[in-house]
């Protein structure tokens, strides 16, 4: 987990009032997408912006600022090895987890 994120989980457990640490008004896992929307859009003034736009910036951030191999990328982006033998059959599924944290940590955005 990137160090900001652990600042931000950590300014939620100290204020959030609900049962869940973010999107506490949302009843169904399936509407975390719209309840993003909604924040961002009293945020930004701009329909362009989604919840998509954040995977956007973070597979622009992954691309531009690290020296992360492709196989990294996509299993940080949550893309689907399924149909990757090399990873599936050969590797089973394994992954270096010393590289997705440095990976990670090579990620610089400001808020």
Not at 41 to 66: G, P, Q, V
Not at 85 to 90: E, F, Q, V
Request: glycine letters at 4%.
């Amino acid at each position: 987990m990137h160090p900001n994120l652990i600042k931000v989980i950590n300014y939620q457990k100290r204020n959030n009032k609900g049962s869940f640490l973010f999107f506490c008004g949302v009843k169904e896992i399936n509407k975390i997408g719209k309840a993003v929307n909604r924040r961002l859009k009293t945020i930004i003034n701009t329909k362009a912006k989604t919840f998509h736009s954040l995977r956007k910036n973070f597979s622009i951030e992954i691309e531009l600022n690290t020296d992360a191999e492709e196989s990294i990328k996509k299993y940080l982006m949550g893309h689907s090895t399924a149909k990757n033998i090399t990873h599936t059959i050969y590797n089973r599924g394994k992954v270096n987890t010393t590289k997705l944290i440095n990976c990670i940590q090579q990620i610089t955005f400001n808020y």
